[in-house]
């Protein structure tokens, strides 16, 4: 089944994982999270350009996991219409997969860390299909964590214009995700998506 798969990318603390929860919950799917966090957190922190290429490797396989369970668990059952055959929820579009971070976000990373990216995320950001992106912005205060690297404005604002570059030269539709109020991102992610439903 073809899944429509939406991916929220931005720069740490941004909100990403929040608005992929409660996308996820409003569209009753599934959301693929950052696998970098679950990787670092049982590795450590102190991470080099070829743990780069292993996290990316780790979150394409669990995009492909998370997409495959939506792929199973929502069947067509009339002209536009699906079901969970989990839940017996119905929905009158296409199912959805979101995702919290992709390869673009792995390629961000590699060439602000180490002037570099790994040839394997080059070819999967051209091989890869998706059909939303939605750019969490930088006006949401930043939140410190063992993870988190870049707490002062320049860099996350140097960031942002990273990501806002490489989403307006390439073809996939996205928006860019603004505001401090969670409520308000959210129904600016609903109605994004909304038009490609």
Known sequence: MNVKKIVVVGAESTGKSTLCTMLAQHYKTEWCAEFAREYLLKNG???????????AKGQLALEDECNNKVSKNWQPIADGKFINSHTLTTINHQPLLFIDTNMYVMKVWCEFVFNKCHQFILDEIVSREYDLYL?????????????????NEEP?????????????????????????NYINRFK??????????
Do not use: H
């Open 188 to 197: 600016q992610a609903v109605k994004a998506i909304n038009t490609i439903l």
């Open 45 to 55: 922190t102190n991470y080099n350009f070829e743990s780069l290429e292993i996290i």
């Open 135 to 151: 750019l969490c912005n930088i006006d949401l205060p930043w939140i410190a964590d063992e993870l988190r690297e870049y707490p």
């Open 156 to 180: 996350r604002q140097m960031l942002n214009n990273i990501y806002k570059d490489i989403l307006i030269n390439q073809s996939t539709p996205w928006a860019e995700i603004k505001g401090s």
